[in-house]
């Protein structure tokens, strides 16, 4: 895995496991944003910041009772999930027990660690034992109050080996393996 080099908030090179430039800028604006607070609220978020970032983008509220739900869902992962999940309850939506456990983990770890969390994962063809399909995905944590995190901001972006799989991503649950997972 090629490794990409940013800034860091003093202005010196820091290595980074991201490795998709959109990824990449989400996480960049996510830190300009934030300033000198430990993350910035929604209120700070501008689409018309970040209009390639648009159709990648998801936020998605944290609720009370420990559950996530899609406040918004981009063009691009509506596609990619088969359908728009805006309004749903994640834990309704992920397929597979295992998957929905790792997707549901990383949220939880995003709110513990109050920091970005990096992940990279690959859906194996179950007939075939073959990659299907990459996902790249970063979550960057919201407080409106600068200490609740009340939403997360996650980008995530696939890629396809086999293009059959475009449309059944979260119709059908596919063995994954998680390839990269670091905090920020």
């Avoid at 700070?44 to 406040?71: F, N, Q, S, T």
Wanted: a negative charge.
């Amino acid at each position: 895995m090629a490794e990409d080099s940013s800034p860091d908030i003093a202005g010196a090179a820091a290595t980074t496991p991201i490795t998709d430039e959109r990824l990449q800028q989400a996480h960049d604006y996510w830190r300009r944003k934030a300033g000198v607070r430990a993350m910035p609220g929604r209120a700070d978020i501008e689409p018309g910041d970040i209009p390639r970032l648009l159709p990648d983008l998801m936020l998605v509220d944290v609720l009370d009772d420990g559950r996530y739900r899609y406040r918004l869902i981009g063009t691009a992962n509506s596609d990619a999930h088969g359908f728009n999940a805006t309004g749903r309850h994640l834990d309704e939506v992920l397929p597979g027990p295992e998957y929905r456990a790792h997707v549901l983990g990383l949220y939880d770890e995003c709110l513990r660690s109050r920091r970005p969390v990096y992940s990279e994962s690959v859906f194996i063809s179950p007939r075939h034992r073959v990659t299907e399909r990459h996902t790249k995905v970063l979550f960057l944590p919201l407080s409106d109050d600068g200490d609740r995190i009340n939403m997360v901001m996650v980008l995530q972006v696939f890629f396809y080996m086999d293009q059959s799989t475009r449309h059944r991503h979260f119709v059908e649950g596919r063995p994954y393996k998680e390839i990269v997972h670091v905090g920020l």
